[in-house]
């Protein structure tokens, strides 16, 4: 089973920009898909970004096309996500999950903290 640990969350002003990211053990890591999910109170995990195992596959969310950018460095089993000119509608805890056939894991790690002053 993986075991996910994000990080780089933080205070940022609006327009400004931001790293994440995810270290993955207990897997294969060059194998899986890696996605990047956000989720504020009350409400469901929401996938913004995912990268396929190829490096070069990858899916962003409306909300986010253009201003983030998904990577992964397999050597380090790391998944990144740059996020750039962030508004305070992304203030979220994001985590990100290694994705299994059509589903995604169920071991979800501490997740990191984003928030946006406007």
């Known amino acids: 089973q993986v075991q996910l640990a994000e990080s780089g969350g933080g205070l940022v002003q609006s327009g400004g920009s931001l790293r994440l990211s995810c270290t993955a053990s207990?897997?294969?890591?060059?194998?899986?898909?890696m996605g990047w999910f956000r989720q504020a109170p009350g409400k469901e995990r929401q996938l913004v970004a995912q990268?396929?195992?190829?490096?070069?596959?990858?899916f962003y969310d409306d909300d986010v096309k253009g201003r983030f950018t998904i990577s992964r460095h397999d050597a380090e089993k790391t998944t990144y996500l740059q996020m750039d000119r962030l508004k305070a509608d992304d203030t979220d805890v994001y985590y990100c999950n290694a994705q299994y056939g059509s589903g995604w894991s169920t071991n979800w790690g501490q997740g990191t903290q984003v928030t946006v002053s406007s």
């Open positions: 990268i396929g195992a190829n490096g070069y596959t990858k």
């Open positions: 207990g897997i294969i890591f060059r194998n899986f898909n």
